[in-house]
């Protein structure tokens, strides 16, 4: 019984509890101590003071997410780890009903040492994604799916950047939709990197900081690789420098549109490439996409993973166990987090009259 865990992380203490759910608090402490049997009346009536669903309290966290909480104690209560834990629940009821989710999920493959392995994790990435070499990595979440990697995205506030759990099979990643889409598809692929690499649990909360340790620079380095592949971004950059009446900051409006990407991350990756100096670097860095470029140049404005987003796969997993009628509308709407409403579900056939007969007699 998970009570207290509950309970500590709403900073509710046991008095308060018992008395908005009319218990005495001693029967309550033998509840969280599993001296005393809770009834489904009871269960429910804290459940919803305690805002949280009745499963969570009766199934045992992954083991994946028991070891983090054990490892980073003074994060264990931040949103994102909250959300994580229900994510984790849910994709790993609807993988093992459709296990074809997860079905793509490669071995893993080697932590990077080096920027040069960094760049060649990047190039098997793509290749197991389906990219081409000049191909934009578009619609992340989309993407990652056809390796087992779930993307979703929730606005956290003023929180980490993202999160990533390896799962029995598959795994689950939790980008802040907070930030501006360049900063959340970074965050992205920097997750994708540490799910390639099989890296149980991850916690980033500033993705390409300059503080970051070792691996998480060689990630940062992969996920810069992954947006914006070195051989097409030289070529187009060239391509964009020699246009007509366009100057540097042209280019690197265009740059950032085609790739996905904000200015800080378009400057770091042409500064790796030798494409620019420091100085044009940190010119670019300041650059800022107006209204006017977007029609002028006939850009494409793409929100990706914004609000509250879930992977196309995951969410047609789940209407297929509801139109199997595995799952009730309720749970149907529960996984996919209220993105849906009850309207928005497929229509269910009506039932065979000899089985309504049936029932009704």
Not at 219 to 241: H, I, S
Not at 324 to 329: K, L, P, Q
Not at 348 to 354: I, K, N
Request: aromatic share 4%.
């Amino acid at each position: 019984m998970r009570v207290s865990e509950a309970r500590a992380e709403r900073g509710v203490t046991q008095a308060q509890l018992a008395a908005a759910i009319g218990m005495d608090r001693t029967a309550l402490a033998k509840i969280e101590t599993g001296n005393r049997r809770v009834t489904a009346v009871e269960l429910v009536a804290i459940a919803r003071e305690l805002g949280r669903r009745v499963e969570w309290f009766v199934d045992e966290a992954t083991p994946a997410l028991t070891s983090y909480r054990g490892a980073q104690p003074e994060v264990a209560a931040q949103a994102i780890d909250l959300e994580l834990d229900s994510l984790i629940r849910d994709a790993e009821f609807v993988t093992s009903h459709c296990p074809e989710l997860v079905e793509g999920q490669p071995e893993p493959l080697p932590r990077p040492s080096t920027a040069e392995e960094a760049e060649k994790l990047a190039s098997t990435a793509r290749r197991l994604l389906g990219l081409a070499p000049e191909q934009p990595a578009h619609d992340l979440s989309r993407l990652a799916a056809r390796v087992g990697l779930l993307v979703f995205a929730r606005d956290l506030g003023n929180g980490a950047d993202a999160g990533t759990v390896l799962l029995r099979r598959g795994g689950v990643a939790l980008i802040n939709s907070h930030w501006l889409v360049g900063r959340r598809r970074l965050a992205a692929a920097h997750e994708l990197g540490h799910f390639l690499i099989a890296d149980p649990v991850t916690l980033d909360w500033r993705v390409a900081s300059a503080e970051t340790g070792d691996l998480e620079s060689r990630l940062d380095r992969f996920a810069r690789a992954m947006l914006l592949p070195g051989g097409d971004l030289r070529n187009r950059w060239t391509e964009w420098l020699s246009l007509p009446d366009e100057t540097w900051r042209d280019a690197a409006v265009r740059a950032a549109s085609h790739f996905g990407t904000d200015m800080a991350t378009l400057a770091r990756r042409l500064l790796e490439l030798d494409l620019v100096d420091g100085r044009g670097a940190d010119d670019i860095r300041r650059v800022r996409t107006k209204q006017a470029d977007i029609v002028e140049k006939n850009l494409v404005v793409r929100d990706e993973l914004d609000r509250v987003s879930l992977p196309r796969p995951y969410e047609a997993a789940v209407l297929k166990l509801y139109r199997r009628e595995v799952i009730t509308a309720d749970r149907a709407l529960g996984l996919l987090r209220g993105s849906f409403d009850r309207d928005s579900l497929p229509d269910l056939p009506p039932a065979p009259e000899a089985e309504i007969w049936e029932v009704t007699s």
